[in-house]
């Protein structure tokens, strides 16, 4: 079976009892929809898990973006040779903004490894994917973190770029693809904003398949399976 999971936010403890409520194997295929870090109290466990699985495929978000950003700047050995130069105030910006925006978990964390988990980890995040196309029953669903910036139905996946992907959020009253049998799947924005029942459930409609249960804010791990179609949660430990 594939499954699809995204946000997961440093939910380790969600995030194993959801591999273990539906079973996930070897003969499985996990797709993560980026946002694996940040926010949550055990990021770096989660992705070590992540790494430590070869059925896993990761999709890059916009927290992997910035982690990758600053953590790649950081974890440099500062020398009396680059001290001057390797940090820019722009590099600080962004750092500061990284933390702001609940990366500081993750930057306490991946301290605390030694330089050789650490390189893993980074080139791990480097080496995500920035979309993933699947195709079952006749359907075929585009697999990306956020949305897809500058959308239009002619145009190639591939003539878009990271940036297209990551930040701009889904228009969910708007369908991208006019063909029924084609759906974009999401995560990024949590579906207690979209379904006019504010409920922290997998959103389907007009093209759509959201899959951002806001576990770190309190609602739900979700993991939604291709073949099936079913979708299997778990409730947040966290705080709303």
């Given amino acids: 079976m594939r499954y699809i999971i995204s946000d997961i936010h440093g939910c380790y403890e969600e995030y194993r009892e959801l591999l273990e409520k539906i079973h996930f194997s070897e003969n499985d295929l996990l797709y993560v929809l980026g946002d694996a870090m940040d926010r949550g109290p055990e990021p770096i466990r989660v992705i070590q898990d992540m790494i430590a699985r070869k059925n896993v495929i990761y999709i890059v978000g916009n927290h992997d973006y910035m982690m990758l950003r600053t953590l790649k700047k950081l974890a440099v050995e500062i020398t009396e040779e680059n001290c001057e130069t390797h940090l820019t105030s722009e590099d600080l910006i962004n750092c500061f903004y990284w933390i702001q925006d609940g990366g500081r978990t993750t930057s306490d964390q991946f301290r605390a490894l030694s330089r050789r988990e650490q390189q893993n980890i980074l080139d791990y995040v480097g080496d995500a ?27 190639s996946l591939d003539e878009y770029d990271l940036f297209d992907f990551i930040y701009e959020r889904t228009d969910y009253n708007r369908r991208y693809y006019q063909d029924p049998h084609k ?5 990024h924005t949590p579906t207690l904003l979209i379904r006019p029942d504010g409920q922290p459930l997998v959103y389907q409609g007009n093209g759509h398949i959201a899959v951002d249960c806001g576990c770190v804010f309190g609602g739900n791990l979700a993991a939604y399976c291709v073949e099936t179609e079913e979708t299997v949660y778990v409730k947040s430990r966290q705080k709303k």
Avoid: D, M, N
């Fill in 129 to 155: 994917y920035i979309y993933e196309v699947l195709k079952e029953h006749g359907r075929e669903l585009v697999l990306v973190h956020a949305g897809i910036r500058g959308f239009e139905e002619e145009k």
């Fill in 183 to 187: 759906i974009l799947v999401t995560g």
